[in-house]
């Protein structure tokens, strides 16, 4: 069974650009959860989608926004880009519902912004 | 602010030794998770108790839940040097908020 996917591994971008990071979920889970791991630090919660919809999200500025397609696969958008975005964002699944159960991760996309 | 805050923040034990890490978090909680995060493997969910057992075990692993002191602790037994990597509690609120907390660290010395 294939694990949560992610792209790109890596991406490098400048202060001011958009970027935009994808993550496909297990098969059969259809919640997707995104984190942002600046280095030294835990893990920050971005955002929880399940079932095509925003279920909560961390204590981030909108310019942080994303979506979950009908196959369930999501996608984070990062407007605006500043210095301090750089950080590994990962990606994880679970199954759906009100409860968060065990998740998922993936190996994360590393953003660099210069 | 982070929900979870672990303790100790580093911890260097001898091989076969225990490891014992701690959990201090601050709302009431749904569950509580461990997760382990090496750099060959990524984060890898260790187990999953919630608010209303105290105890749970899971191979060499034992973790406790004390709602009253909103503190959980994680013991592995019989450390292995594979068990080197750093460990993540994550809670999960009642108001469907997910945190999870810094990290110990563990070095687990041959």
């Known amino acids: 069974e294939a694990g949560v996917t992610q792209s790109p591994t890596h991406l490098i971008k400048t202060r001011g650009q958009q970027a935009t990071l994808r993550c496909s979920p297990i098969s059969g889970h259809t919640s997707v959860y995104w984190y942002q791991q600046a280095l030294g630090l835990g893990l920050q919660f971005l955002l929880w989608?399940?079932?095509?919809?925003?279920?909560n999200r961390g204590n981030f500025p909108p310019r942080f926004s994303g979506r979950q397609f009908p196959n369930y696969s999501s996608e984070l958008n990062v407007n605006a880009l500043e210095l301090e975005d750089s950080a590994l964002y990962l990606c994880?699944?679970?199954?759906?519902?009100?409860?968060?159960?065990?998740?998922?991760f993936g190996p994360g996309t590393r953003l660099t912004v210069t | 602010s982070q929900q979870g805050e672990e303790d100790p923040q580093a911890l260097s034990i001898q091989e076969g030794e225990n490891a014992t890490m701690n959990c201090s978090y601050k709302?009431?909680?749904?569950?509580l998770q461990w997760y382990r995060q090496n750099s060959g493997r990524g984060l890898v969910h260790l187990i999953l108790?919630?608010?209303?057992?105290r105890e749970k075990h899971s191979g060499r692993l034992r973790v406790t839940l004390d709602t009253s002191k909103k503190s959980s602790s994680l013991l592995i037994t019989a450390s292995r040097a594979a068990d080197t990597a750093s460990y993540f509690c994550a809670t999960f609120s009642n108001d469907y908020k997910l945190s999870f907390g810094a990290g110990t660290t563990v070095t687990v010395r041959a």
């Open positions: 108790i919630r608010s209303n057992e």
């Open positions: 709302t009431s909680i749904n569950n």
């Open positions: 994880a699944s679970s199954l759906g519902g009100t409860d968060v159960d065990e998740q998922y």
């Open positions: 989608y399940d079932e095509g919809e925003e279920r």
